[in-house]
């Protein structure tokens, strides 16, 4: 016997024949033996359109919490729907919205933004899981939770996801599905471009980059609840069937945590060529990167200013690489001259919620500057930052910014 949590997105539950259709694929499941609980999202555009109807009917005088509490009837409704679709094939069900007494995902007061609170939603669980013992197949509200004084709070757009994930998690699931209206993760987005590909599995990590730099399929929040025990996949609506393949997210790997701060082991050679005008200079970077890249010289970090490019590399491949991008500097007249500085460290900083943490940077710059450690470079994108010191400041400065997790 496996225990399911499978998510149904708007489209899937897009109309009375999918409702049906999706509740079918879950008693299905259920025959088999299996433990299932349903998470689901607001019939098709539902939230959309709350989101219109009260902004039209009331405009800037509506509160985050009236707000909130409008826009979860999308969700209110759809799991009063799909537990009665369930229903009707003959199994029992049970619906369960954040005014139910056994409702677990239970967050702090932000209306539209809320924060899980992850030891009361682990410990509430249980309450879903007797259902379970009890043969007892319950759809829970997507993207809602309850705040501190009862109220209803949301997970923020797209939330359903970090919903069934979450629940996935605190029940020890065996699998997370998350049911959507494209075959699974593609090479892009395919309403945006003819031709994208189905992935057959996808890593946690690439995963989360791909989602919090925008792409739809998964809310970024997702998958911090997303270890390796748990199977999770992304697969289409249209079969009906929770056994497509889809596209398999695996991960994250063994001892590998969404959130870590790591030191390169090696010193970094850091070489700067400087010239003037450099950043109207088109294929510049293609010229340095063609460079290393022919002769097999990996290149660990890259940095471009007005007058200047930055190559970090492995300070084994130091030798090879000087007399190479020095030819560059004599053969193009827009580059004057080039320097090798000091050996350098580097420290990688992952965290998934970087992208929406204010004031990341001077936590991290902070405590450097409090122990006197300067920093060479600093490099940063939605869930990384990547710091450059001294090679001599190298482990101290690791250990000062591991405290940061
Ligand atoms: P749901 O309502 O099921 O949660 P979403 O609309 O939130 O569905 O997410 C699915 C959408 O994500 C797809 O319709 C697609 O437009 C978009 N998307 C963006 N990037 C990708 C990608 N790389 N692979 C698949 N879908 C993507
Ligand atoms: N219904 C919510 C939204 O549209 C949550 C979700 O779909 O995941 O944002
Ligand atoms: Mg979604």
């Known amino acids: 016997m496996k225990l399911l949590v499978a998510k149904f997105g708007g489209t899937s539950i897009g109309d009375g024949a999918r409702i049906k259709k999706a509740a079918k694929s879950v008693v299905n499941e259920y025959m088999k033996g ?68 056994i409702w677990p995902v239970i967050t702090d007061d932000n209306s539209l933004e809320a924060k899980i609170d992850f030891k009361s939603t682990n410990k509430k669980v249980e309450g879903i899981q007797d259902l379970l013992n009890q043969g007892i197949i319950p759809v829970v509200c997507g993207f809602l939770g309850q705040g501190p004084a009862g109220e209803v709070t949301t997970l923020g757009r797209g939330g359903s996801d970090v919903t069934a994930f979450l629940l996935g998690h605190c029940l020890d699931a065996d699998e997370v599905i998350i049911v959507t209206d494209v075959d699974g993760v593609m090479s892009t987005n395919p ?59 695996t991960g994250p790997s063994e001892g590998q945590d969404l959130k870590y701060a790591s030191l390169y082991p090696n010193p970094i050679a850091q070489f700067s060529l400087v010239g003037c005008g450099m950043l109207k200079q088109s294929g510049l970077l293609g010229l340095v990167t063609t460079v290393l890249g022919d002769a097999d010289i990996n290149i660990l970090g890259i940095s471009a200013g007005q007058n200047s490019i930055t ?95």
């Not at 189905?198 to 998958?223: F, Y």
């Not at 940077?361 to 500057?369: E, M, Q």
């Open 191 to 249: 309403n945006k471009i003819e031709g994208a590909e189905k992935l057959d599995e996808i890593s946690v990590e690439e995963m989360r980059d791909l989602a919090t730099h925008g792409a739809q399929v998964l809310h970024p929040h997702a998958l911090k609840y997303k270890d390796s025990r748990i199977k999770a996949k992304i697969i289409s609506f249209e079969k009906g069937d929770l056994e497509e393949p889809g596209t398999a997210i």
């Open 311 to 405: 190559a970090f590399i492995d300070k084994k491949d130091a030798e090879k690489a000087y007399p190479l991008l020095h030819d560059c500097v004599i053969e193009n007249d827009f580059l004057s001259s080039l320097s090798l500085s000091k050996d350098v460290a580097m420290i990688f900083l992952v965290d998934p919620d970087f992208v929406d943490t204010p004031g990341i940077i001077s936590d991290i710059t902070g405590p450097l500057r409090e122990n006197n450690i300067n920093i060479i470079e600093i490099a940063s994108s939605q869930t990384a930052v990547v710091v450059y010191v001294d090679w001599t400041d190298g482990k101290n400065t690791h250990a000062l910014l591991k405290e940061l997790f």
């Open 34 to 101: 299996n433990q299932i609980v349903v998470v689901v999202s607001a019939v098709n555009k539902t939230t959309d359109e709350l989101i219109t109807l009260s902004d039209q009917a009331i405009g800037t005088s509506l509160t985050d919490k009236q707000k909130a509490n409008i826009i979860s009837m999308g969700e209110m409704t759809s799991i009063r729907l799909f537990s009665a679709a369930v229903e009707s094939l003959g199994v029992k069900s049970a619906f369960i919205d954040p005014y139910n007494e």
